[in-house]
């Protein structure tokens, strides 16, 4: 129970990763707020951890929405006084319609710029004052390789995730003295349920298939004691793939 007594707050907490890592900082002992746009889900998860032993709260929130962020710490804190550790995990790369840049469509871009990158931006400010305040506070972001490494038809997304690991560097400067500790980590490919995988492990050097869990362990221990000494870093999760092209051997 690394985490007990601990309040954290997951966004995209519905989603694939997110549910994941919701479910692992409980099992470590935090109590979870579980954040996402579908409150239904959201409730579905928390209800998850609750029947499990641990301790969570639903809230519905619209990461795009300063003012929905602002009600979501708000409800967070008038619950539970305090807040130790928020995962940035809401996202998506709208892979359903990727596109060229020539292609792209003005509203899709908005889009993904909002939800990966502005969500990021203002659930860190949304927080970051009362972390400062009390001298304590993790704080990690999920990314993605593809900033990294680029990928074609996904130019928007990849603009997107290269801001929050540049975001959360420069916040990690201003907010160490504070004991606050601002980092990312950037995964590869994991196969959302029902998704073909046949040619997926052909993109890595490991050989296999990512799974939720793979980047919620990480995310569990930067925001664990463990990590007391990690800061402004972008770790990524991808079984080599952004180290480029796979050769003969």
Same mark, same amino acid.
């Given at each position: 129970?690394?985490?007990?007594? /601990?309040?954290?707050?997951?966004?995209?907490?519905?989603? #694939?990763? *997110?549910?994941?890592?919701?479910?692992?900082?409980? @099992?470590?002992?935090?109590?979870?707020?579980?954040?996402?746009?579908? *409150?239904? =889900?959201?409730?579905?998860?928390?209800?998850?951890?609750?029947? $499990?032993?641990?301790?969570?709260?639903?809230?519905?929130?619209?990461?795009?929405?300063?003012?929905?962020?602002?009600?979501? %710490?708000?409800?967070?804190?008038?619950?539970?006084? @305090?807040?130790?550790? =928020?995962?940035?995990? $809401?996202?998506?790369?709208?892979?359903?319609?990727?596109?060229? %840049?020539?292609?792209?469509?003005?509203? %899709?871009?908005?889009?993904?710029?909002?939800?990966?990158?502005?969500?990021?931006?203002?659930?860190?400010?949304?927080?970051?004052?009362?972390?400062?305040?009390?001298?304590? *506070? /993790?704080?990690?972001?999920?990314?993605?390789?593809?900033?990294?490494?680029?990928? !074609?038809?996904?130019?928007? #997304?990849?603009? $997107?995730?290269?801001?929050?690991?540049?975001?959360? /560097?420069?916040?990690?400067?201003?907010? &160490?003295?504070?004991?606050?500790?601002?980092?990312?980590?950037? +995964?590869?490919?994991?196969?959302?349920?029902?998704? !073909?995988?046949?040619?997926? +492990?052909?993109?890595? #050097?490991?050989?296999?298939?990512?799974?939720?869990?793979?980047?919620?362990?990480?995310?569990?221990?930067?925001?664990?004691?463990?990590?007391?000494?990690?800061?402004?870093?972008? #770790? %990524?999760?991808?079984?080599?793939?952004?180290? &480029?092209? /796979?050769?003969?051997?």
């Amino acid at each position: 129970m690394k985490l007990q007594s /601990k309040v954290a707050l997951v966004t995209g907490a519905a989603g #694939y990763i *997110g549910s994941t890592t919701a479910l692992r900082l409980a @099992r470590d002992g935090a109590t979870v707020a579980v954040c996402d746009v579908n *409150g239904d =889900l959201a409730r579905t998860v928390a209800d998850g951890i609750m029947s $499990a032993g641990g301790k969570a709260l639903a809230v519905e929130t619209d990461v795009r929405s300063p003012a929905s962020i602002e009600a979501m %710490v708000a409800r967070v804190l008038e619950q539970h006084s @305090r807040l130790d550790i =928020l995962v940035n995990v $809401a996202g998506g790369s709208a892979r359903e319609r990727a596109s060229t %840049v020539h292609g792209s469509d003005e509203q %899709v871009i908005r889009e993904i710029i909002d939800v990966n990158l502005m969500g990021v931006i203002f659930c860190c400010r949304a927080v970051i004052g009362h972390m400062c305040a009390q001298r304590s *506070g /993790k704080i990690v972001s999920v990314a993605s390789a593809v900033a990294i490494q680029g990928q !074609p038809g996904f130019a928007d #997304y990849a603009a $997107a995730k290269a801001g929050v690991i540049a975001f959360s /560097k420069t916040l990690a400067m201003e907010v &160490g003295r504070h004991n606050v500790h601002v980092n990312c980590v950037s +995964p590869g490919l994991v196969p959302r349920p029902g998704t !073909p995988v046949e040619d997926i +492990p052909g993109t890595n #050097y490991l050989g296999r298939i990512a799974s939720p869990e793979t980047v919620s362990n990480l995310i569990a221990f930067l925001v664990s004691e463990e990590g007391d000494f990690v800061v402004g870093q972008n #770790y %990524v999760v991808d079984g080599g793939w952004s180290l &480029g092209l /796979k050769g003969r051997h």
